[in-house]
């Protein structure tokens, strides 16, 4: 009786949740009600502008205006509410709303229903409960992974500028063109975050962390939570190769710590998992003929870290 009651309340919160975050919405003409995939809209409609070369959503909603007679406003709320889970127009009736998506399905993917998911009424079955549920869940990740691309493919531009000194493919020097990539991200995540505090300190952290990074211009460079959360992350500092192959130098730095210090004092054993890490990468670029440069072989291993320092701080991915 006890588990009922509590069962109960549980369906009644997320009920109320539901209805105030409005993440689905009723057909009046047929009484069914959709929840909006919204994850499966932005892709297609991102590379939508990609194989059309829109170049931007402006002109992507132009071209749907011309065609299907939706305006430019209508669309715009669309994509709020895909980004941001809410309408401009917060009265607008759930038939309009839906009308809208099953155009812009019909553009799209010739198909009204392409980003409509039928549900059954949330209070009918436990099932229903669960698909929703998890439907948030999946859009918080992804909202997540957005983020994650765009300080990826900083990460993945290590090689291609020359440790940042220069924009990829061009002899321009590179520090205001990654000064400005790093405060556009910022300004999406307040975008993307609004009203969600601990998300944006999350990220934020993780910005400035990065941003640290690119402008030191050493190797590894990260800072000590990064090397933290990937340990690996250090077999690329100086120190190991020193000890490796300059034992009686290594010796006399670690033993005069008033001159010049290591970052990292390493024992025989991570030596050695050191020794079997780039070892194992040989046999692997050797394999496959892969030619990797070192520097590449660390931009690989500063990708993963940055994998890691994601999972770590946002461990709802894992959920």
Not at 128 to 155: C, D, H, P, T, W
Request: charged share 35%.
């Amino acid at each position: 009786m006890k588990l009922d009651i509590l069962k109960k309340i549980d369906q009644d919160l997320i009920a109320a949740k539901l209805k105030k975050n409005k993440i689905h919405f009723k057909d009046n003409e047929t009484g069914k009600i959709y929840a909006i995939d919204c994850v499966k809209y932005i892709y297609d409609r991102n590379q939508y502008i990609e194989d059309y070369g829109l170049k931007n959503v402006t002109r992507f909603r132009n071209k749907v205006y011309l065609e299907k007679s939706l305006s430019e406003k209508r669309i715009q709320e669309l994509d709020s509410f895909c980004t941001n889970r809410k309408f401009i127009i917060h009265k607008k009736l759930d038939s309009t709303i839906l009308s809208h998506v099953k155009l812009m399905g019909e553009f799209l993917r010739n198909d009204e229903f392409a980003y409509l998911i039928p549900l059954i009424p949330f209070s009918d079955t436990e099932e229903n409960r669960q698909k929703l549920v998890m439907g948030e869940k999946r859009y918080e990740k992804e909202r997540i992974r957005s983020i994650y691309a765009l300080l990826n493919e900083i990460v993945n531009d290590l090689v291609a500028s020359d440790h940042y000194n220069f924009i990829p493919g061009t002899t321009e020097q590179g520090w205001s063109y990654y000064e400005s990539k790093l405060f556009n991200i910022k300004k999406e995540i307040n975008e993307k975050f609004l009203g969600e505090e601990d998300m944006i300190l999350r990220f934020e952290r993780i910005v400035d962390e990065l941003e640290f990074f690119v402008k030191c211009y050493s190797t590894p460079g990260v800072v000590d939570r990064w090397a933290e959360i990937n340990p690996t992350i250090m077999y690329f500092d100086a120190a190991y190769e020193i000890m490796s192959e300059e034992r009686e130098l290594y010796e006399r730095i670690k033993n005069n710590p008033e001159g010049f210090s290591f970052r990292v004092y390493p024992t025989e054993k991570q030596l050695q998992k050191r020794q079997a890490y780039f070892e194992d990468i040989k046999r692997k670029n050797t394999y496959h003929n892969l030619q990797y440069s070192e520097t590449q072989i660390f931009q690989n291993e500063l990708v993963n870290t940055l994998k890691k320092v994601l999972e770590h701080d946002f461990p709802e991915l894992k959920n």
